[in-house]
């Protein structure tokens, strides 16, 4: 799997920091199935991270954390943004993978984090 994955999915879940050792939770309770079946709200976003469009306020607030949630496989995620971010992973690889290689060519071009990344998004905890 590509790292654009979390990029794409952390677009869907809106953290912020709420302090050092995790993202606020507050959003954890939004239908994201809801959101993931809506393409218009993951392109706007998605154009967003990869600056070819406007930001909504979770665009930006994805653009600050969204380095440091790759760099740590989602270290600083509630388990239920893990699972949101391994559930929109999936969505945006079979339908946006033109964007998943945008992503994970801008955030990671290096691909330093790739596997590390991936082995984040097949585990299950």
């Not at 709420?18 to 079946?37: G, H, M, P, Q």
């Not at 509630?78 to 945006?92: D, E, F, G, P, Y």
């Not at 990671?108 to 585990?123: C, Q």
Request: charged share 30%; aromatic share 10%.
């Amino acid at each position: 799997m590509k790292v654009s994955l979390i990029y794409i999915i952390q677009c869907l879940i809106c953290f912020t920091y709420c302090d050092e050792e995790i993202y606020t939770t507050r959003y954890d309770s939004i239908d994201f199935k809801e959101v993931l079946a809506n393409d218009r709200l993951i392109l706007l976003h998605l154009h967003c991270l990869l600056k070819e469009g406007p930001c909504p306020p979770l665009g930006r607030l994805l653009k600050e954390i969204l380095p440091e949630a790759v760099a740590t496989s989602c270290k600083k995620c509630s388990n239920v943004q893990k699972s949101l971010v391994r559930m929109s992973s999936r969505v945006l690889k079979e339908r946006f993978p033109e964007y998943w290689e945008k992503l994970s060519n801008k955030y990671d071009p290096e691909r330093k984090y790739l596997e590390a990344f991936d082995t984040f998004l097949d585990s299950q905890d």
